[in-house]
């Protein structure tokens, strides 16, 4: 076993899932070169990656029976009911049965799409994920989530489907545009702040040097994300309960990102607005104000771009409105209480409505 390598598993009701990060040429190789071997594979990916990473994955190409690659539009483009029909149906016309196997190989959309389609086809065939970006790595390949946007509201038609591999190299954040890595960044810290007081301290620590993308560096802060994030899916597998804690942000991110038709801020960017919005929310209720100036400063040093100035708030509610998170009591917010310490509270939409304005009116945020 390679030392270089952080693990971690994932029990759940379908079995487990093996989390791995690290660096270095030959991990992902190594990882999955056992799952794939002999099978019939579909890679799910995006062109602008295969470009960049395609030879990651060509000794694992050559140890399957079959291996096919599809690729879908890059970014939120490929998160529709129609690239979904148009991947079950190319992997039908090339041999697709329920012992195929699915790898997504890119960011968190391709995560998303191609474990929708994995957990829809034959009603659910084998999927692993190689994640690309570091919201891939943190947050989307991990838990079993896949989902498509409808035009009205994101992630509203999906599955739960679990991966068997999760492979994260680390090496792949090299490549990434800076606004993607500071994207990416926002999910890391969203986590810290409610589950793990202790990475919220050493992101603040070392942020400049994660932003360059130093490999070594980002092993062992990617592999503490994903053992948080799997210490509340192994308790709760479904959006209910302790699993809300993962929303942080979200509900207000979400409508922002709808709004804007998936084609403005990226997701990392909308959630850093949605969490400094829950903070107000909270010092409403209570929350020590110093918390949200703490968050604030760490956001504004990821030069978070501002609000668009045409989002509307009545539009924005009403996005929100349609949050798949939402029950028959309205629109649920993840609130900090203190650090590593929140609450999912219904709120009414008036007191909502009252400080979305006053939070729009400022432009949002000042990060």
């Not at 990656?49 to 291996?67: F, V």
């Not at 838990?143 to 680390?170: D, E, M, R």
């Not at 409610?194 to 050493?202: I, R, S, T």
């Not at 504004?300 to 029950?327: I, N, S, T, Y």
Request: hydrophobic share 45%; glycine share 10%.
């Amino acid at each position: 076993m390679d030392p270089g390598v952080e693990r971690c598993e994932l029990c759940h009701g379908d079995g487990v899932t093996e989390l791995s990060v690290g660096s270095g040429q030959g991990l992902i190789s190594a990882e999955l070169r056992p799952w794939v071997a002999d099978r019939v594979v579909f890679v799910v990916t995006a062109a602008p990656i295969r470009r960049l990473h395609g030879d990651c994955l060509s000794d694992l190409g050559a140890a399957a029976r079959q291996w096919t690659v599809l690729e879908v539009p890059d970014g939120e483009a490929a998160k529709t009911p129609e690239v979904a029909r148009d991947l079950w149906h190319r992997i039908l016309e090339a041999g697709g049965r329920r012992d195929s196997r699915v790898l997504t190989f890119g960011g968190g959309a391709v995560c998303d799409i191609g474990g929708f389609v994995a957990g829809t086809f034959m009603r659910g065939i084998e999927l692993s994920h190689v994640p690309t970006t570091l919201l891939a790595q943190v947050d989307a390949a991990v838990g079993g989530k896949a989902a498509i946007n409808l035009a009205a509201a994101k992630n509203s038609v999906g599955v739960f489907h679990q991966p068997q591999k999760v492979v994260s190299s680390t090496d792949l954040l090299s490549t990434l545009p800076p606004r993607q890595l500071r994207s990416g960044l926002v999910e890391l810290i969203k986590m810290a702040m409610l589950l793990d007081g202790e990475l919220l301290a050493a992101i603040e620590r070392d942020l400049e040097r994660l932003l360059v993308a130093d490999a070594s560096t980002w092993v062992p802060m990617v592999a503490c994300a994903q053992r948080a994030k799997a210490g509340v899916v192994v308790r709760v597998a479904r959006d209910a309960g302790e699993r809300r804690v993962l929303n942080f942000g979200h509900t207000l991110g979400h409508a922002i990102e709808t709004a804007q038709g998936y084609d403005g801020l990226l997701h990392g960017e909308a959630v850093a607005h949605g969490m400094l919005f829950a903070l107000q929310l909270a010092e409403r209720r209570g929350l020590d104000p110093a918390l949200g100036r703490r968050l604030a400063a760490l956001l504004a040093r990821l030069e978070v771009p501002p609000l668009p100035q045409d989002l509307r708030a009545e539009e924005l509610m009403e996005h929100a409105g349609r949050d798949k998170k939402a029950d028959r009591d309205g629109v649920v917010w993840v609130l900090p209480t203190g650090l590593e310490a929140w609450e999912a509270v219904p709120l009414s939409p008036a007191e909502v409505a009252a400080e979305l304005a006053s939070f729009l009116a400022k432009g949002g945020t000042d990060c």
